[in-house]
């Protein structure tokens, strides 16, 4: 009987063990930028998701386009998004986000697949003497921020693999045969001598270290964390942290898109201090950013597209959505439902 007993307990066991070894993150990129591909195991939702990844379910649903509501199917691949919020490229705070080598890809293609990361820190994190790779090598390229995935991969840390580095090839070199010298006397027998060439000492040459310069790393700066409550007034630094990237983008690609919204807001952490602004709207890629004006007042702030709105039922009637310190930096007075202009 007690055997019987025990049986559920180490199911429970089992089960749990599994949920609870997350494996290395490996990064993907897709249309809609960069992400992780997370199988869904028993007893998981969007919300556990959200959990375990820094993320806001309502994203993970806008991103793979299912009801916020739906349940989720075991085996299910399931892509996370990584942003400003989850995922960060400046220091070494979080779990390491890996990606796979392809063949003849060297240090500089890492960098360009994965937002041009410094190739210093690549090296640096990867503890790297050159820029070679050999393929199919994991490579760190950035790590995630999320407490939950901090604790999983504490009790269930990964076998450190050092990264292979493309060999080239060493000739090897036959050491000189001894010379045989014949010496014959005009009134003696041939009589054979045997000299033997000194071999000159080969000098070894060891590898030049290369001298890696020390990296101050700034404190990170806060990125946008969901929350409910709401901050004091935002500090204004000239309409918004992304005019200057919004003048870049408007330089390689003109803006051609004026139109004019209905929108809502969404309440979060981050704007209030930095002046990070940011925005939900459909069929606008991820990380695109987006000059927003009040036409009461003509103020503009320039936010950052996180996700879609589709999917979501308290999304209906609204076209976007702004963050509430973008709202207050435009003067809103609606906070429900109100117009502004869009222009990207």
């Not at 009801?67 to 075991?74: K, P, R, S, W, Y």
């Not at 076209?319 to 435009?330: F, G, H, V």
């Amino acid at each position: 009987m007690k055997k019987l007993i025990l049986l559920p307990v180490l199911f429970s066991a089992m089960v749990f063990s599994v949920r609870a070894q997350p494996g290395e993150l490996l990064i993907k990129s897709g249309s809609k930028g960069l992400h992780l591909e997370h199988k869904v195991a028993p007893k998981e939702g969007l919300y556990a998701l959200g959990r375990l990844y820094n993320v806001n379910p309502k994203f993970i649903a806008a991103y793979n386009e299912i009801d916020l509501n739906a349940g989720l199917a075991i085996g299910q691949i399931i892509n996370i998004p990584l942003s400003d919020t989850n995922f960060t490229q400046k220091s070494k705070n979080g779990t390491p986000v890996y990606y796979t080598a392809a063949e003849n890809e060297g240090l500089l293609k890492v960098s360009n697949a994965n937002n041009k990361v410094t190739m210093q820190k690549l090296r640096n994190w990867n503890r790297l003497s050159g820029d070679n790779i050999a393929a199919g090598t994991k490579i760190i390229v950035g790590f995630l921020v999320s407490k939950e995935m901090a604790a999983l991969a504490a009790n269930n840390p990964p076998k450190e693999q050092p990264v292979k580095q493309q060999e080239k090839p060493v000739v090897k070199t036959e050491p000189e045969k001894e010379k045989v010298v014949k010496i014959v006397a005009a009134d003696e027998k041939p009589v054979v001598k045997t000299v033997t060439v000194e071999e000159k000492p080969v000098a070894k040459t060891e590898p030049l270290k290369e001298t890696i310069p020390e990296i101050k790393q700034e404190p990170e700066k806060t990125e946008p964390v969901f929350a409910t409550e709401e901050v004091l007034v935002p500090v204004s630094t000239e309409q918004g942290y992304f005019k200057r990237s919004f003048d870049q983008q408007v330089r390689t690609s003109p803006a051609s898109k004026n139109t004019t919204v209905t929108s809502g807001i969404f309440k979060t952490t981050s704007g209030w201090q930095d002046a990070k602004y940011y925005l939900l709207i459909d069929k606008v890629a991820t990380g695109t950013i987006v000059k927003i004006s009040n036409p009461e007042n003509n103020k503009a702030v320039y936010a950052k597209v996180l996700g879609e709105m589709n999917g979501i039922r308290q999304n209906q009637g609204l076209n976007i959505r702004i963050s509430n310190a973008a709202s207050t930096a435009l003067g809103v007075s609606d906070t429900e439902k109100f117009i502004v202009k869009l222009n990207y």
